[in-house]
T-cell receptor, first 111, second 112 residues
Framework: GEDVEQSLFLSVREGDSSVINCTYTDSSSTYLYWYKQEPGAGLQLLTY?????DMKQDQRLTVLLNKKDKHLSLRIADTQTGDSAIYFCAESSHQGGKLIFGQGTELSVKP | DTEVTQTPKHLVMGMTNKKSLKCEQH?????MYWYKQKAKKPPELMFV???????INESVPSRFSPECPNSSLLNLHLHALQPEDSALYLC???????????FGSGTRLTVV
């Protein structure tokens, strides 16, 4: 079945770049998403990429997709303490509306 | 309007109570979802409504009863819940069944 995997923790220093990685198994994935969740809050859509794209950049965020290896990454440039949160990778396909989430990566940004 | 609105934001209920969670969107999205999320875990899909019809029920216990009165509204009726049902309940909507998911900020439910 579909599966999405992420490492659970990442710690970086303020001002450094953060790279959060994700792998998925569903070759029919249509869209891949990155969501951010701060403590006690809902899910905020950060960015998404269509499966026929390799890269997408949006201000400090860069998404890279290697479709052959089914590997997705999110790079946050100049990471700030406000970026501390849990980041979820998710994928969807044209198969009935399911959004499949990874376990989430807890990003800790140290001053 | 680009939001999904959920009410109430917080709810405490006893195991014999009946309550309802509400979700509303005015983006013209035709699919709506209920997810359950425990702390520091990914959201788990509960139900999917597509064009106001229930299309997916992920084997959710019958003490959770979804309802979609119209294309903008989604309810989750709760009855005889257990303490382990305490969680953040998230509503989402999407343009179709694979794109453009927008999440509400959730209802934090505590069952006592």
């Amino acid at each position: 079945g579909e599966d999405v995997e992420q490492s659970l923790f990442l710690s970086v220093r303020e001002g450094d770049s953060s790279v959060i990685n994700c792998t998925y198994t569903d070759s029919s994935s249509t869209y891949l998403y990155w969501y951010k969740q701060e403590p006690g809050a809902g899910l905020q859509l950060l960015t998404y990429i269509f499966s026929n794209m390799d890269m997408k950049q949006d201000q400090r965020l860069t998404v890279l997709l290697n479709k052959k290896d089914k590997h997705l990454s999110l790079r946050i440039a100049d990471t700030q303490t406000g970026d501390s949160a849990i980041y979820f990778c998710a994928e969807s396909s044209h198969q009935g509306g399911k959004l499949i989430f990874g376990q989430g990566t807890e990003l800790s940004v140290k001053p | 309007d680009t939001e999904v609105t959920q009410t109430p934001k917080h709810l405490v209920m006893g195991m014999t109570n009946k309550k309802s969670l509400k979700c509303e969107q005015h983006m013209g999205h035709r699919a709506m979802y209920w997810y359950k999320q425990k702390a520091k875990k990914p959201p788990e899909l509960m139900f999917v409504y597509s064009y106001e019809k229930l299309s997916i029920n992920e084997s959710v216990p019958s003490r959770f009863s979804p309802e979609c009165p119209n294309s903008s509204l989604l309810n989750l009726h709760l009855h005889a819940l257990q303490p382990e049902d305490s969680a953040l309940y998230l509503c989402a909507s999407s343009q179709d069944d694979s794109y453009g998911y927008t999440f509400g900020s959730g209802t934090r439910l505590t069952v006592v």
